[in-house]
């Protein structure tokens, strides 16, 4: 079973475009967060997902930033017209269905997106 | 809100010595704690879930423990080796929102 995929590990753009950073969940799970690490900070949670629905968005910044995750296909965090102060790494987690039993929060390695 | 601590933000030790890494939290509706290792530059990888139900998780020459009455969380690790050094985060885990809070993590170096 392979662990959560995400992608590209590293991302680098200019001021003013757009950034996708994609998640792939561990097979069967069907839950999945995001969190950001600005340099020298701990990690900070963005958004938690479920298939088609956004449970939890309270920490995601107000503008430019959106998130879903679709039926089919990994999960998108999208980040418009980026600025410096987005530069940091973006981490996936993902966790199995409540019935599972177990509530451990898996990670992904991380994209790290640098704003020129 | 939950907050979540960690004591000490670093600490370095010789090697062979046992060591204690320290996390509070605030809220006492955490429902897990889960401790995490973090090599620089890199991803995390989990070390430890304690659920709400349990007081305390081994893994090797680790050992974690959790007293939701007194907001506290400790892992304890055997032994340290070099190969341990790295930043440890603690994350209080309430189920029911489904977030992580994070504390800033403590950077242990084990020298040889």
């Known amino acids: 079973n392979a662990g959560v995929m995400q992608n590209p590990r590293h991302l680098v753009r200019r001021r003013g475009q757009e950034a996708r950073l994609r998640c792939s969940p561990m097979?069967?799970?069907?839950?999945v967060y995001w969190y950001r690490q600005l340099p020298e900070e701990g990690l900070k949670f963005m958004v938690y997902l479920q298939k088609e629905n956004i449970i939890d968005e309270s920490g995601m910044p107000k503008e430019r930033f959106s998130a879903e995750f679709p039926k089919e296909g990994p999960s998108i965090l999208r980040i418009q017209q980026v600025v410096r102060g987005d530069s940091a790494a973006y981490f996936c987690a993902s966790s199995p269905p409540r019935e599972w039993g177990t509530d451990t929060q898996y990670f992904g390695p991380g994209t790290r997106l640098t704003v020129l | 809100k939950q907050e979540v601590t960690q004591i000490p933000a670093a600490l370095s030790v010789p090697e062979g010595e046992n060591l204690v890494l320290n996390c509070s939290f605030t809220?006492?509706?955490?429902?897990?704690l889960q401790w995490f290792r973090q090599d620089p530059g890199k991803g995390l990888t989990s070390l430890l879930l304690?659920?709400?139900?349990?007081r305390e998780q081994t893994s090797g020459r680790l050992n974690a423990s959790l007293d939701k009455s007194s907001g506290r969380s400790t892992l304890y690790i055997a032994a340290s080796q070099p190969g341990d050094s790295a930043t440890y985060l603690c994350?209080?885990?309430?189920?029911?929102?489904?977030?992580?809070?994070f504390g800033d993590g403590t950077t242990l170096t084990v020298k040889p």
């Open positions: 809220d006492s509706a955490i429902y897990n």
């Open positions: 304690i659920q709400s139900s349990q």
């Open positions: 097979k069967g799970h069907s839950h």
């Open positions: 994350a209080g885990i309430n189920t029911n929102a489904g977030k992580s809070t």
